[in-house]
């Protein structure tokens, strides 16, 4: 079992695409662990995609995220990180396959629904970014 950190972006929240978006992760299998509503300030924002410090969208990311509301989350299911990466799909919604979550929803590459970390040690990091120990659940999945 793995866990990893998705954020359903504030196209996703002002779309009210927040249950589309959840009903994909769970029908696939995915339990949702922890699940909090954020607004960033523009500082949590830059802290949060350090990383892309320098790249020439930097401070629109930044901007736009710190714009409003947002949805945190803990997914965990078997090989979270690299399958929730497959079912969003690329970055930009012109490359991304199509199905999967950006080629049906994202506006462009900057508002694109959702965000999940790319690797394990990239969601723990940003998994303890958002998310006290306590505030993380663990549970059986029960078809009955
Ligand atoms: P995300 O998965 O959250 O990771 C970094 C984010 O930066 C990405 O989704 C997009 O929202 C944004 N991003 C990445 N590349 C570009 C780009 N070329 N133009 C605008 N925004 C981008």
């Not at 509503?37 to 629109?60: D, I, T, W």
């Not at 490359?95 to 508002?111: D, E, H, P, V």
């Not at 990091?125 to 505030?135: D, Q, R």
Request: aromatic content about 12%; hydrophobic content about 40%; some cysteine.
């Amino acid at each position: 079992m793995e866990r990893t950190l998705v954020i359903l972006k504030p196209d996703c929240v002002w779309r009210g695409l927040i249950g589309e978006i959840i009903k994909r992760f769970e029908g696939e299998k995915f339990n949702v662990i922890a699940l909090k509503m954020f607004h960033l300030s523009v500082e949590e924002a830059e802290k949060f995609y350090a990383v892309h410090q320098g790249k020439e969208f930097y401070e629109r990311l930044t901007g736009y995220m710190s714009s409003s509301p947002i949805v945190g989350m803990v997914l965990e299911g078997k090989k979270a990180v690299l399958r929730i990466r497959e079912l969003i799909g690329a970055t930009d919604p012109k490359n991304a396959i199509f199905g999967t979550i950006r080629n049906k929803y994202a506006i462009n590459g900057l508002m694109n629904v959702v965000h999940a970390s790319d690797s394990l040690e990239s969601a723990s990091k940003e998994i303890t970014f958002f998310f006290k120990t306590e505030e993380i659940f663990h549970y059986q999945r029960r078809e009955e």
